[in-house]
């Protein structure tokens, strides 16, 4: 039951928020920073009552950080993982966007708890304001965690991140892809890339295998199903 609660909470949330226009992100000063909303181990139990309040005051945050062009995409994940939603947040550094996610009711409330990784390099471009009537697409969210050759200084690095791009560019043009970016260096976590893919879970697997980054043993994937408002990113596939 509380899975479903602030899966939902998420969910109305993103298709209550206000994502900016084209142009928009491109004016507003800042970088973009990806937050990954967790589940603690120990979430504090609440009654109905309090839960559904809570549900309340998250969404009027999302709302609000979205009115304000500080969070520009947002969703939750649609399968059972100990990873709640995502928030992807403009902002001057990651200070200030740990801020702004620390700032939700449920992460005050010990209900959500949020990783920033960044500044993630992704193109605003194919950011833009939901669709109306609101619905929810489903996408193929990829994390890329560190490999067991993950090392910056050596030629097999040097060589995928210079491969990488194309790929990427590929991925795009082919109608597979509809953001995704690399982690810089000096963003120490495990995390070190997030690609979100516009096709399902399987054919996503298959492509990813093809990626410099994943050949070279750099990283680790783990891809999850995902959802955000229908129209922020280009086309995924419709929620059943």
């Not at 990873?83 to 966007?97: E, H, K, L, T």
């Not at 060589?159 to 597979?176: L, S």
């Not at 997030?194 to 093809?210: D, K, S």
């Not at 043993?217 to 229908?230: D, M, N, P, Y």
Request: glycine share 8%.
């Amino acid at each position: 039951m509380r899975r479903i609660g602030f899966l939902s909470a998420i969910l109305l949330g993103v298709l209550a928020t206000a994502a900016p226009v084209p142009g928009q992100a491109q004016a507003n000063a800042g970088s973009y920073f990806f937050v990954l909303l967790n589940r603690p181990a120990n979430v504090p139990q609440m009654s109905k009552e309090a839960g559904e309040k809570l549900q309340a005051e998250h969404m009027a945050n999302i709302h609000k950080l979205g009115a304000e062009n500080k969070l520009v995409i947002a969703g939750p994940f649609l399968d059972d993982t100990a990873v709640r939603g995502i928030f992807v947040m403009q902002a001057g550094s990651a200070a200030q966007a740990q801020e702004w996610a620390d700032s939700d009711p449920a992460v005050r409330a010990g209900r959500l708890s949020p990783e920033v990784h960044g500044p993630w390099p992704i193109d605003a471009r194919n950011i833009h304001a939901e669709s109306t009537p609101p619905a929810l697409e489903k996408y193929s969210l990829v994390m890329m965690r560190r490999g067991d050759n993950w090392n910056p200084n050596s030629p097999l690095y040097l060589e995928a991140m210079k491969q990488h791009p194309d790929f990427v560019k590929q991925m795009t043009e082919q109608g597979n892809l509809a953001i995704g970016g690399v982690f810089p260096l000096n963003d120490t976590g495990e995390l070190r890339a997030v690609e979100i893919y516009r096709i399902g879970p399987e054919q996503t697997a298959a492509l990813v295998q093809q990626d410099p980054l994943v050949k070279a043993g750099l990283v680790k994937v783990e891809i999850h199903s995902w959802g955000t408002a229908r129209g922020i990113l280009p086309s995924g596939q419709p929620l059943q």
